[in-house]
């Protein structure tokens, strides 16, 4: 794949993480306009619940517009750089964009509309994280040496796996989740899943730096591992203090990465 064609590719996925945030807002506006019992928004207010609610939400916009905004500034920074390692990262920058679809059951479980749509936005959350996770896995593999050119084969590999992985997990309609998802079959072990292939691409990072004898490669690592930290972090942790710590250390993390990696392809 030549650099030009990895350019348009990187750009049409960046427009797309556009049309998720403006579909995000339009869900978002939904939410407050859609009546549920009667009452909508003031009986959503009412909710025990409600708390959690609105700060996912907030977290779901913060990841979604940091995606966009990573994803355009990664995108033009490096237009004229061959990183392997940054191609793929930017993807997984791109992929968090996708968590946008999780406004998407909460705004039909208002509206009392069928779960089975539901189920399905949750799947494709699903793919997106697994679809990450292995385009992290796989820049510490290039990081390492690995020299394989033909980069649309890799990345629909990476596409493939995802979705049937995402789409062949069960997925309870019955039980919708304060994260804003229907709960998944297995979620323990697919978290563990997630956990060991985000450890594996620090672990490639810091293996290209024993082999290469470069200490760029293990700054690359600490800034993967601060990116890899934040995401979980607002993934994964209710507690507000931890989600904003999270974005801190995601964008950050992604500052160093970007940062380390122009350095090292300056000449290239």
Same mark, same amino acid.
Request: some cysteine.
């Given at each position: 794949?030549?650099?030009?064609?990895?350019? $348009? /590719?990187?750009?049409? =996925?960046?427009? +797309?993480? !556009?049309?998720? *945030?403006?579909?995000?807002?339009?869900?978002?506006? @939904? &939410?407050?306009?859609?009546?549920?019992?009667?009452?909508?928004?003031?009986?959503?207010?009412?909710?025990?619940?409600?708390?959690?609610?609105?700060?996912?939400?907030?977290?779901?916009?913060?990841?979604?517009?940091?995606?966009?905004?990573?994803?355009?500034?990664?995108?033009?920074?490096?237009?004229?750089?061959?990183?392997?390692?940054?191609?793929?990262?930017?993807?997984?920058?791109?992929?968090?964009?996708?968590?946008?679809?999780?406004?998407?059951?909460?705004?039909?479980?208002?509206?009392?509309?069928?779960?089975?749509?539901?189920?399905?936005?949750? $799947? /494709?959350?699903?793919? =997106?994280?697994? +679809?990450? !996770?292995?385009? *992290?896995?796989?820049?510490?593999?290039?990081?390492? @040496? &690995?020299?394989?050119?033909?980069?649309?084969?890799?990345?629909?590999?990476?596409?493939l796996v995802a979705f049937a992985l995402a789409f062949s997990i069960p997925v309870d309609s019955s039980t919708f989740?304060?994260?804003?998802?229907?709960?998944?079959?297995?979620g323990d072990q697919i978290l563990f899943v997630f956990l060991a292939l985000e450890l594996f691409a620090v672990l490639?990072?810091?293996?290209?730096?024993?082999?290469?004898?470069?200490?760029?490669?293990?700054?690359?690592?600490?800034?993967?591992?601060?990116?890899?930290?934040?995401?979980?972090?607002?993934?994964?942790?209710?507690?507000?203090?931890?989600?904003?710590?999270?974005? !801190?250390?995601?964008?950050?993390?992604?500052?160093?990465?970007?940062?380390r990696t122009h350095a090292i392809y300056l000449w290239s």
């Amino acid at each position: 794949m030549t650099v030009s064609v990895r350019n $348009r /590719v990187l750009l049409a =996925s960046v427009l +797309f993480c !556009v049309a998720l *945030l403006i579909a995000f807002a339009v869900g978002i506006g @939904g &939410i407050y306009r859609v009546r549920a019992n009667g009452q909508g928004l003031p009986a959503l207010l009412q909710n025990p619940m409600t708390r959690q609610t609105i700060l996912t939400l907030c977290r779901l916009a913060a990841m979604v517009v940091y995606s966009v905004g990573a994803g355009l500034a990664l995108q033009r920074f490096f237009r004229k750089t061959v990183s392997s390692e940054m191609f793929f990262f930017i993807f997984f920058v791109i992929s968090l964009s996708f968590e946008a679809f999780r406004a998407g059951p909460l705004l039909l479980e208002l509206s009392s509309q069928p779960s089975y749509y539901g189920t399905v936005l949750t $799947r /494709v959350v699903e793919f =997106s994280r697994f +679809f990450g !996770v292995f385009c *992290l896995f796989i820049s510490g593999l290039y990081a390492t @040496g &690995i020299d394989y050119p033909k980069f649309e084969v890799v990345l629909g590999t990476a596409l493939l796996v995802a979705f049937a992985l995402a789409f062949s997990i069960p997925v309870d309609s019955s039980t919708f989740l304060p994260t804003l998802m229907y709960r998944i079959g297995g979620g323990d072990q697919i978290l563990f899943v997630f956990l060991a292939l985000e450890l594996f691409a620090v672990l490639n990072f810091l293996l290209a730096a024993y082999l290469r004898r470069a200490k760029d490669y293990l700054i690359l690592a600490l800034g993967l591992t601060a990116a890899i930290v934040g995401e979980d972090l607002l993934l994964f942790v209710a507690w507000s203090p931890a989600a904003a710590l999270g974005l !801190v250390l995601l964008v950050a993390g992604t500052i160093v990465f970007g940062n380390r990696t122009h350095a090292i392809y300056l000449w290239s």
